[in-house]
């Protein structure tokens, strides 16, 4: 539905031009875009050493950067067309932190009670399925391993039903077999939502992702399309 | 002394009265008035509201009011001539729980406000980012916080039950009806009944340390 509306107004998801972010009493802006377009159903990684940006954009495309503190920020973002708004943001898009936060209770609490509405058609049992968690449905959820939280929060973020997915490091901390899962259900609904997100992981963004931006010092130093998307291409 | 335990263990009815009495207006006192105290104590947490620095300077200085000073201010409100005298409730046990919710309340908000401004900021974030409705969001929190809840439940409760001006001046000490624990201690002392005045002392010291008991294991727990 928003993927026909999106293509019948030609307008990108996002529109970035002339954001800046400046936390307090930072000698540079975290974040310089001079413009970026984002497409609907596309899957970025964003790619960078640490302070390169990648989180402070997330956070700022999800309205978790507020402007106070003396944090300066700038922002110029239409979203399809029109200005964008938290009101929005908390709408159509979710974050997924890097160490993610899980409730206490078990793991099908925590997917759960991230489900807007009885009404949803969310099933948090096939998603947990997809993660590999379906066995861990009981336990609690914060005495589970790295990965298994990870994929939990993971699980919680899919679960709440938004289109656009904004994933910080998804895969950090988790051990190559937990990585490997979160790659495969991220290919599993890479291709039913928009995401973003960020990562070390050279073979997660060659893997999943149809566009690789480069940051470096907050700025978009290359963007680019992932050898697999190329050879498709061509 | 012998006398004074005797009234305890012995089960005087009277003595057993009044500690009843007690427990059932500090338990109702208390749990009435953590229904207001959770949500307002984590809205000053969270929310970054223009006033909130004074608002929470104002409920601090109200949990460590003198409890003669609220009980003075809700007189002054239940008494006849006050505005919801027509109520007709003074020196009624509701009057004494209406108080000492009073005497609760502040104490329930500031540990709330305590406990949520040290809350993880990654918790407040992910359930602002999921965009959940806010009784979702303050159920979440309830769960997430379900410590600082019970200390600060029995923290009021402690302030409660060891208060006597409240009980005092709004149940005015009536045998069988209004008089609690501290209010008996002051009025069996003036009248010599020595006995029952160190039972309660006991008791209410009993209760003390059980209170003490519960809050540290609690601490440890976490």
Known sequence: MTQDKNAQTNEPLFLIQNLEYRYHQASRPALSIASLSLIEGECVALVGSNGSGKTTLLKLLNFLLPAQNSDMVRRTIKFRGLPYEKKTARKETVYLHQHPYVFRGSVSHNVKSAILSRQSNTDPLEILKILHLANKIGQEAALLSGGEMQRVALARTVANGKPILFLDEPTSGADSTSAEHIIEALMSIKTSKTIIFSTHSVRAAEKLADRILHLDKGQIISDRRPEHAEKSSS | ?222
């Open chain 2, 1 to 222: 002394m012998k006398t004074a335990l005797a009234l305890i263990f012995q089960g005087d009815p009277e003595t057993w009265g009044i500690i009843g009495r007690s427990i059932l207006f500090s338990f109702l006192a208390v749990g009435f008035s953590l229904i207001p105290g959770i949500p307002i104590g984590i809205a000053l947490g969270w929310q970054k509201t223009r006033f909130r620095n004074a608002l929470i300077a104002i409920v601090m200085a109200l949990s460590a009011l003198p409890t003669v000073v609220i009980g003075l201010a809700v007189y002054s409100f239940i008494s006849r001539a006050g505005p919801l005298g027509f109520l007709g409730i003074l020196y009624t046990p509701a009057a004494v729980v209406a108080g000492e919710f009073f005497l609760a309340l502040p104490l329930v908000i500031s540990v709330v406000v305590s406990a949520f401004r040290e809350i993880d900021v990654r918790f407040v974030e992910t359930i602002e980012t999921l965009g959940l409705p806010v009784l979702k969001k303050l159920k979440l929190a309830v769960v997430e916080s379900h410590n600082a809840l019970v200390s600060a439940a029995v923290m009021a409760f402690a302030r409660v039950i060891g208060e006597v001006g409240v009980a005092m001046m709004l149940g005015g000490n009536i045998r069988g009806l209004t008089r609690t624990m501290t209010t008996s201690i002051a009025f069996d002392t003036v009248k010599g009944d020595y006995e029952r005045a160190v039972s309660l002392g006991i008791v209410l010291f009993l209760i003390a340390i059980f209170i003490n008991i519960v809050s540290t294991a609690r601490t440890r727990r976490k």
